[in-house]
């Protein structure tokens, strides 16, 4: 199919629509092909070396951009068909493509049921899927036919008719017209492993691409929110990797790495490297080093650098990507709060590393949090079939407001709530067993110094929201919270990630001057001292009902999923303020 079919923003190509993922239009759904069926060259370099060297690769690409001239549109991103098979609304014929008339210009299909006028036929609204991110067409012949109904029947003439009675999956029922056997789809939903094995295609690779598979089949809706689960790194462009020249040696490190002297380096700038010929050789050998320090893969910690920088502060004139400037702490806060930091510009990038079928990672919610745990990738779908060297990303530019907690104070009040914590970890081990994740590869408790830190960005995200008129899904968090040796943190950066200009209008940062926090943080501590689902909301305890959360709600703590890095799990106001349950347990106490 070369036609444009439909458009998408950059960012939904790294979140919701990424390559595997099943996108609805008006006429019929397609499956986002594979990275390596992209046009490489419509797409532009982003220099973030940490992510580089994390993820192992050589550079991160944008997604390509369309190209318009008066005579031709150049595409992007090419997209299969999924699912294939077709119903007709009017006679309910189930069928592929070749039983239905295909439109060339529009690659829309219709059913000659109706001669006079064509009846347009939709894509079926159920597929397949397993936990290793496969996915293919609902076996309609195999599953109304069954091995105890008439197997021996090869006919393919099937009708799929909706009593329309009630609306349930039981008024749906599958028909072969040539031996009239007929099977609702409710046995298909109700019944576990009644569709066999997996047969291992990977559509978005190619039509006919497949592997072994040893798992069982789910059916499933194909607009389902659990049929994609983007796996995505986050990191800040912070300095000195920012410098271009650490682009350059990000992407050649697999070579620079055998260099062993500076005079090796220096006889390969002169033979091969000719970009790095106009920075100084010391300059160049420095980045080497600094390069080879950071680890490749899950061994490497993103957000402590990240902390340093924020903690240490921007030069006078420095990288522009990275500009931030500290404000005095309000005094009656102090006890609290070490440092306050307007954020003037900061840069985001965000890489799209492969993505889940049915469940998440285990991990997945601590992609940020530096926690990540192992042994699960085998359950993380690849983006391409051949291997590739790099991967889809996005960079973001924006404002925000670091806090850091005052250390001192959090170590007293940790020590005070050790006891109160342990109700949400076993309640954390049971919501684990309940999904049947293996201890291994569990991802660690974050501990009541995340709780708090999660508590805190949330509340203070919706009153800057409404004082600095950005909408809710305009900002997010990212939590630096650790409590070990030589590498505490404790603090929080609110800060607006979107592409287009509204992340960088000025109004969030200027929220962060002294008097304005002010005010800022004491109606974010009153409005977290009640909800309008008090007392219930305030009495919910994470150990009597089961779930990682203590008293939250949509009404007080909850926020959008593209602002909270943890699936809004593992909040208490309780933690933050004392509410009308529980005075004991609040870190900011009433003087």
Request: proline share 6%; glycine share 8%; net charge negative.
């Amino acid at each position: 199919m070369q036609n444009k079919i439909g458009e998408l923003r950059p960012s939904q190509l790294i979140t919701t629509f990424g390559p595997g993922a099943i996108m609805e239009l008006p006429e019929f759904s397609v499956i986002i092909a594979g990275i390596d069926k992209w046009e490489k060259k419509l797409c532009e370099k982003i220099n973030e070396p940490r992510l580089i060297r994390k993820l192992g690769i050589q550079e991160i690409l944008t997604p390509p951009a369309s190209k318009f001239d008066s005579v031709t549109y150049e595409g992007t991103l090419p997209a299969y068909r999924f699912p294939r098979y077709l119903v007709c609304p009017a006679c309910r014929k189930l069928g592929t493509p070749e039983k239905f008339y295909i439109n060339e210009g529009t690659q829309v299909a219709y059913c000659q049921c109706n001669r006079e006028n064509p009846v347009k036929a939709f894509p079926s609204r159920f597929v397949v899927a397993c936990k290793k991110g496969h996915v293919d067409d609902f076996p309609w012949k195999r599953f109304v036919h069954g091995k105890k109904r008439n197997p021996s029947c090869k006919g393919d003439k099937l009708k799929l008719l909706d009593n329309g009675k009630t609306g349930a999956i039981a008024d749906i029922e599958v028909l072969c017209e040539d031996c009239g056997e007929k099977r609702s789809l409710q046995d298909a939903f109700s019944e576990r492993h009644k569709l066999g094995r997996c047969s291992g295609h990977k559509h978005w690779l190619g039509p006919s691409v497949r592997e072994d598979c040893d798992q069982g089949l789910r059916p499933m809706l194909r607009g389902a929110s659990n049929i994609y689960f983007p796996v995505v790194e986050s990191a800040l462009a912070i300095p000195p990797y920012t410098n271009p020249l650490h682009s350059i040696v990000a992407e050649n490190m697999d070579r620079l790495t055998e260099l062993e002297t500076i005079e090796d380096l220096e006889a390969a700038i002169r033979l091969i490297y000719k970009e790095l010929r106009e920075y100084p050789l010391q300059e160049v050998w420095k980045a080497i080093q600094l390069q080879k320090n950071l680890p490749t893969g899950e061994s490497q910690d993103l957000l402590f650098p990240e902390w340093e920088a924020l903690m240490r502060g921007s030069l006078p004139n420095g990288d522009y990507d990275f500009e931030t400037e500290e404000q005095q702490v309000p005094e009656e806060y102090q006890k609290y709060i070490s440092k306050l930091v307007m954020v003037r510009r900061l840069t985001e990038v965000r890489v799209l590393d492969g993505f889940t079928r049915i469940d998440p990672l285990p991990d997945a919610t601590s992609l940020l949090s530096g926690e990540q745990a192992t042994g699960e990738s085998g359950l993380k779908a690849e983006l391409s079939q051949t291997r590739v060297n790099w991967r889809p990303g996005i960079m973001t530019r924006g404002e925000g407001i670091f806090v850091a907690l005052n250390e001192d104070t959090l170590s007293e009040w940790e020590a005070r709530v050790e006891n109160a914590v342990k109700y949400m970890e076993t309640a954390f081990e049971r919501y684990c067993e309940d999904r049947g994740l293996e201890k291994e590869y569990r991802p660690a408790f974050p501990g009541a110094r995340y709780i708090l830190l999660h508590t805190l960005a949330h509340s203070l995200m919706r009153q800057l929201c409404l004082n600095s008129g950005y909408s809710s899904t305009a900002l997010r968090e990212r939590i630096y919270s650790r409590n070990k040796p030589g590498q505490k943190m404790a603090g929080i950066l609110i800060y607006t990630a979107t592409p287009d200009s509204e992340g960088s209008l000025g109004g969030l940062v200027e929220l962060a001057k002294t008097d304005n926090f002010r005010g800022v943080l004491w109606h974010t501590l009153q409005d977290a001292r009640f909800c309008s689902g008090d007392p219930l909301c305030a009495e919910h305890k994470p150990e009597a009902v089961g779930d990682l959360n203590g008293a939250a709600c949509h009404a007080c703590l909850l926020a959008a999923e593209t602002s909270c890095e943890r699936s809004n799990l593992f909040l208490d106001r309780s933690f933050l303020i004392g509410t009308v349950s529980e005075q004991n347990l609040a870190f900011f106490q009433e003087e």
